[in-house]
């Protein structure tokens, strides 16, 4: 009976570590292990609810978050579960309802009530959920589906709401899913949906197909989304008045001509991309001070654009210099790609840009010839100086990029006084950044601090195609 008291101990106070060695004092080889699961029954009998239920929801939490947990615990955890299940009562209980299969309305609330709050304590939801899949009764009553869905994305965990209805196999649940994750533009999620599903109807599908097709034209992706487009007039129309809008002229009338339909006229482009500029920000910089570097001569260029500050820098009493600091490349991570896209494409270019002053360098180029690339490792050696302040969102992940491009390890291009733009968030609303909590984008901080937001189509176009359009230039700084 000291292991029954042991065990009934370990699940009334929460105690895992106590749980785990109680359970290793019954099962000492598998003969005992029927002899254990009913002492499991008989200790989670004896706690009662609410404190069994709330010890499985503890152990299911703890075994998702730490996929390195011990395998015996493990299988531990699923026989708490399955007497659980066993004892309908329990789970009830931890619900405040009736174990009967046909609930009453305000047995329902309570269901409802209790999952949801489950769900929105962000760390319990994957326990609920997993409870909630031993309990079919629950899945199957027309209210709760809905209020758990809207409870799952109010919370961002539209991946977890996909697992579930995967799971589940339910075709009405999926297309519930599907429907939520395009409300809240999830559309990797949604995209996941389509592909492991095999049973959503062919209306669901279009309707994923057109929203995944505006976030491309959004971002500018005019590959894929004329890959999705083709073969629907409507569609490819689409991606057309998208060039035209994001003043990629040339490029439309060329598709316009392949694809049989009207050409964009001059008129159009114009009016398009004044409405345009009305909604993004557009930087006061004159045309004839971005200087984009393809050679020797333009990095020679840079290095002493670079040097002349930071000795301004240096003098006594002088402002701090500003640098911006900014990487472009092919956009390698878009929506609801069939497989998704994974790992990083290489940096396209480089900008760097001060209050008078700007640089587009082509990485690209100037890195397939060993002796540029030389020059240009060298040249941003003195980007490196304390002296000079750089700022951009993102930096690390640039950087990052940077050093693969120049094949610098070492510290060539490691930064100090670095000022990161997308912690703006902690000084706009006077909140510390929380942990796990995205930091702001270059697009958003400019909108905190100027007022409108960057042309995400130009900053996710095609930065490795040569030459850049103007607009390009402009917007990359």
Known sequence: MEGLAALTGA?????????????????????????????????????????????????????????????????????????????????????????????APEDQASVLEALAAAIR????????????????????????????????????????????????????????????????????????????????????????NEAVLAKLLAEGAWGPALARARGSRELEQRVLAGLVQ??????????????????????????????????FLALPVAP???????????????????????????????IPMVVGLDAEWAPDDLPGGDPPATGAGPISTLQLASSTRAFVLDVLALTRDAALQDLLRAALRALAAPAIIKAGCGLANDLSRLRQALGAEDADVTLQNCLELGQLRSYITGQPQRKGRPTLGLSAAAEAVLGLPLDKAVRLSDWTRRPLSSIQLRQGL
């Open 121 to 208: 304590d962000r760390p319990r939801a994957a326990a609920a959920l997993q409870l909630l899949r031993h309990w079919p009764e629950l899945q199957r009553n027309e209210c709760a589906p809905p209020v758990l869905v809207r409870c799952l994305f109010e919370q961002g965990l539209s991946s977890l709401a996909v697992d579930w209805v995967l799971e589940a196999g339910d075709t009405s649940l999926q297309e519930l899913v599907l429907e939520a994750c395009l409300e809240h533009n999830h559309l990797r999620s949604a995209g996941r949906l389509a592909r492991e599903s095999g049973q959503l109807p062919a209306a669901a599908r279009d309707r994923l």
């Open 246 to 279: 994001t003043g990629e002229l040339d490029i439309a009338r060329e598709l316009a001509e392949e694809l049989g339909l009207p050409a964009p006229t001059d008129a159009e482009a114009k009016a398009a991309a004044l409405a345009r500029q009305r909604r």
């Open 11 to 103: 699940i009334t106070k929460g105690d895992a570590t106590q749980f785990a060695i109680a359970m290793d004092m019954l099962m000492v080889d598998r003969r005992q292990v029927p002899q254990t699961k009913l002492k499991l029954r008989s200790a989670l009998d004896r706690a009662g609810p609410p404190y069994s239920v709330h010890f499985a929801l503890a152990l299911v939490d703890a075994q998702l978050e730490n996929q390195g947990w011990d395998a015996n615990l493990a299988t531990c955890t699923q026989w708490v579960l399955d007497a659980l299940m066993e004892s309908k009562a329990q789970v009830a209980a931890l619900f405040e309802i009736s174990p009967a299969a046909d609930l």
């Open 288 to 318: 004839e001070a971005i200087v984009f570097v393809s050679s020797a001569e333009g990095i020679r260029a840079v290095e002493s654009w670079l040097r002349d500050l930071v000795r301004s820098a240096s003098e006594p009493q002088c």
